[in-house]
Structure formats: structure tokens, C-alpha cells
């Protein structure tokens, strides 16, 4: 029997929770998901993924994905990505804007571009990048943090791009690097950390 989840209307990151309670209640072998933006569908394809599930995504509309999701096994791994990588790098760096500091916007965006540029040197500590509110910015906007932010990720350095932000800023097509994200996995990776940085 298929598990029908209506994740309409629902905000970030209630679509997530909800195939998750349905995964440790229930334990479906097929389910359907239903959503209404492209971040839920990313977010609840990738977790469904990540617990042994087979998705096929088919658009309806510009309002409507429907995910099902099969998982002939009937085994559920429940692996988060964020909990999969058992590794010493324990520093996140969480980036809430465009710009390091306040005073003059030109300068904070230089300063930025130059901090972003100069990560590759503590690369071996970092277990990933965290851009949320005006910081999903910079995953969307040609330039040198972009550009350095794609040489980060080319080095395994993990990026997760907050899916209700870039909704928010009409970015989400734009998107060029990092894995669209939602709030449960912001919370379990803060989480896991040893040390925040937030320039």
C-alpha cells in the first residue's frame, strides 16, 4: 500500500519532518510526496534518498512535484549526510550575509571575497559551510566568492545552501554551488560541530 504525504503549504523544514515521522511510524515501502516549491522537493528527494528510497520527481505544475519513493528492501538506513562523515574536521563556518561586518558595504564585500579565498588553508578542519538569510547570496552571484566557494566544494568542503532563503530572494534557479538545503539539517550539523565561525 502506497503512504500519501500532502506537503502543500507546509514551510521549511515541516515537509522533511513529516517523511521522517512517516518513516519511523510506518516504514513504508512506496510512498508519494506531494509539494509546492522546488526546495521541498530537493530537500525531501535527498532524505528519502539517503534512507534507502528510489525517487522518481514528476512536475505537475509550477506549484506541484510529486516524489515516490520505493524501497524494495523495506530496510530504512535513516543516514543523515551530516552524520555520515565521521571525520576530525569539526569547524563550521556559518554565514549569514554578503558582506564581513558593518559600516561600509564595498569594503565588507571585499572582505568576504578575501576570507572566502583564504578558507583553503584551514580546508583539513572544515566539515562544511553553512549560508543562510542574505548569505545564500553568495552561491548565486557571479564573482570571487563564488568562485571560491566552487573551489571549496571541488575539495569535498560541504555547502549547504538554505532552501527557504533562496525561495525567499528568488534564487533558487540561480543557484551554482552547494547542496540546497532546510533547517533540520542546519540544526543537526550546528550541532555536531566543535567550533562556529561566523565571519
Given at each position: 500500500?502506497?503512504?500519501?504525504?500532502?506537503?502543500?503549504g507546509l514551510v521549511?523544514?515541516?515537509?522533511?519532518?513529516?517523511?521522517?515521522?512517516?518513516l519511523?511510524?510506518?516504514?513504508p515501502?512506496?510512498c508519494?510526496v506531494l509539494?509546492?516549491?522546488?526546495a521541498?522537493?530537493?530537500?525531501?528527494?535527498?532524505?528519502?534518498?539517503?534512507?534507502?528510497?528510489?525517487?522518481?520527481?514528476?512536475?505537475?505544475?509550477?506549484?506541484l512535484w510529486?516524489l515516490t519513493?520505493?524501497?524494495a528492501?523495506?530496510?530504512?538506513?535513516?543516514?543523515?549526510?551530516?552524520q555520515?562523515?565521521?571525520?576530525?574536521?569539526?569547524?563550521?563556518?556559518?554565514?549569514t550575509?554578503?558582506?564581513?561586518?558593518?559600516?561600509d558595504?564595498?569594503?565588507?564585500t571585499?572582505?568576504?571575497?578575501n576570507f572566502?579565498?583564504?578558507l583553503?588553508?584551514?580546508?583539513?578542519e572544515l566539515?562544511g559551510?553553512?549560508?543562510l538569510n542574505?548569505?545564500v547570496?553568495?552561491a548565486?552571484?557571479?564573482?570571487?566568492?563564488?568562485?571560491?566557494?566552487?573551489?571549496?566544494a571541488t575539495?569535498?568542503i560541504?555547502?549547504?545552501?538554505c532552501?527557504?532563503?533562496?525561495?525567499?530572494?528568488g534564487l533558487?534557479?540561480?543557484?551554482?554551488v552547494?547542496?540546497?538545503?532546510?533547517m533540520?539539517?542546519?540544526?543537526t550539523?550546528?550541532a555536531?560541530?566543535?567550533?562556529i565561525?561566523r565571519?
Open positions: 500500500m502506497t503512504e500519501t504525504l500532502d506537503c502543500q521549511c523544514p515541516q515537509p522533511v519532518l513529516k517523511c521522517k515521522e512517516l519511523e511510524t510506518k516504514h515501502e512506496t508519494q509539494v509546492d516549491n522546488l521541498a522537493c530537493e530537500n525531501v528527494n535527498r532524505f528519502l534518498s539517503r534512507n534507502g528510497y528510489t525517487i522518481k520527481v514528476e512536475q505537475q505544475s509550477s506549484q510529486i519513493a520505493n524501497n528492501s523495506g530496510t530504512i538506513q535513516a543516514k543523515a549526510d551530516n555520515s562523515k565521521d571525520t576530525s574536521a569539526k569547524t563550521l563556518v556559518f554565514i550575509s554578503q558582506q564581513v561586518g558593518s559600516g558595504d564595498t569594503l565588507g571585499k572582505l568576504m571575497e572566502l579565498a583564504t583553503p588553508e584551514i580546508e583539513n566539515m559551510i553553512i549560508l542574505g548569505g547570496k553568495l548565486a552571484t557571479p564573482g570571487k566568492a563564488l568562485e571560491s566557494l566552487k573551489t571549496l575539495h569535498g560541504k555547502i549547504l545552501v532552501g527557504t532563503c533562496l525561495n525567499h530572494y533558487l534557479e540561480a543557484k551554482a552547494g547542496e540546497t538545503t532546510n533540520l539539517d542546519i540544526v550539523t550546528l555536531l560541530a566543535n567550533k565561525i565571519p
